[in-house]
């Protein structure tokens, strides 16, 4: 996830910036990445599945499937909010460790 989140915005970082800052600024934009998130959380969960034994249908997978998309997508949301500051590797393994240690008091 790493690679593919540096071959984003690595090698076409000023096209990464401007498709997060659409995503910010332009509903219409932002529902149809959800309505493409969709899409490739279906891709996803048929290759968990298939990778993990588990049938397409099983509900672990497609709630940690959700759960890495949604994590993504509020990464890439406040890394364009925050006017693309912050290195956007750091803010997914930041989300991951978060999802995988909970919310802390």
Request: zero cysteines.
């Amino acid at each position: 996830m790493t690679d593919s989140l540096l071959a984003f915005v690595g090698d076409e970082r000023e096209e990464a910036v401007q498709r997060t800052k659409l995503m910010v600024e332009v509903p219409a934009i932002r529902a149809r990445m959800t309505e493409t998130m969709a899409t490739t959380s279906e891709l996803l969960v048929r290759a968990l599945a298939d990778r993990t034994g588990r049938d397409h249908d099983d509900l672990d997978v497609r709630v940690f499937t959700g759960a890495v998309l949604g994590a993504l997508r509020e990464v890439m949301l406040y890394w364009a909010a925050r006017d693309h500051q912050d290195d956007p590797v750091e803010l997914v393994d930041r989300a991951l460790t978060t999802m995988r240690g909970g919310l802390r008091l």
